[in-house]
């Protein structure tokens, strides 16, 4: 199957930082997304980014599909920032699912 | 809001009894899903389904089945729970569309199972 890889396992910063998570995986897949999951325990689809580059306010992410890597990048970190995020990658079609990564645990500092 | 439902979110049960997780959706996705999350192991997918009465087994099905009789509902039966089946499940949904959202994947919000 397909092997996902996230780095650093953990992370920590303090609010106002800037972070880069990454994401390497296995196989040429066409399907690729981001989840943050909040302490509380609720995952959030952060980004859907098989390829290119997409921006969601302080996030953004890129995904260069030939060299089977991902990047997620949080600016002016906050405190809400906090949880563990997901890469999970995959392929889309009649079966599509998802691998996922073991995760990134970012700690954002007051 | 996804509209996803998982029910019981909490449930303590015994070695060797039946258990059965339920998740509804109000969106009428065709894709649906169960995830476990362990520590150290991140969510490994469980079983899926792509449609009424279609499923297919996932990384870590061994002790689990799955029904899909309607679209909104796809139920996760423990036959005989055991302790290694403690852990966080997560039922999610998906549809495939075109353009820039894909198969983007939606989470419910847990159910903590607890087999002592």
């Known amino acids: 199957g397909i092997q996902v890889e996230q780095s650093p396992p953990d992370l920590i910063l303090q609010e106002g930082a800037n972070s880069t998570l990454r994401c390497n995986f296995s196989?040429?897949?066409?399907?690729l997304q981001w989840f943050h999951q909040n302490p509380w325990g609720q995952l959030i689809n952060l980004f859907y980014?098989?390829?290119g580059t997409k921006q969601n306010g302080r996030l953004s992410a890129t995904t260069v599909a030939t060299e089977r890597y991902s990047l997620l990048y949080i600016s002016s970190s906050q405190t809400t920032d906090s949880g563990v995020y997901f890469c999970?990658?995959?392929?889309?079609?009649?079966?599509?699912?998802?691998?996922f990564g073991k995760g990134i645990t970012l700690s954002v500092r007051p | 809001d996804a509209g996803i439902t998982q029910s019981p979110r909490h449930k303590v049960t015994e070695t060797g009894t039946p258990v059965t997780l339920r998740c509804h959706q109000t969106?009428?996705?065709?894709?649906m899903y169960w995830y476990r999350q362990d520590p150290g192991h991140g969510l490994r997918l469980i079983h899926y389904?792509?449609?009424?009465?279609?499923?297919d087994k996932g990384e870590v099905s061994d002790g689990y089945s799955v029904s899909r009789s309607k679209t909104e509902d796809f139920l996760l039966t423990l036959e005989s729970a055991t302790s290694s089946q403690t852990s966080v499940y997560f039922c999610?949904?998906?549809?495939?569309?075109?353009?820039?959202?894909?198969?983007?994947?939606?989470f419910g919000e847990g159910s903590w199972l607890t087999v002592v």
């Open positions: 389904s792509y449609g009424v009465k279609d499923t």
């Open positions: 999610a949904i998906s549809e495939r569309t075109g353009g820039s959202s894909g198969n983007t994947i939606y």
């Open positions: 999970a990658v995959g392929y889309t079609g009649a079966n599509s699912k998802l691998t």
């Open positions: 969106e009428n996705h065709r894709y």
């Open positions: 196989d040429s897949v066409n399907n």
């Open positions: 980014i098989p390829s």
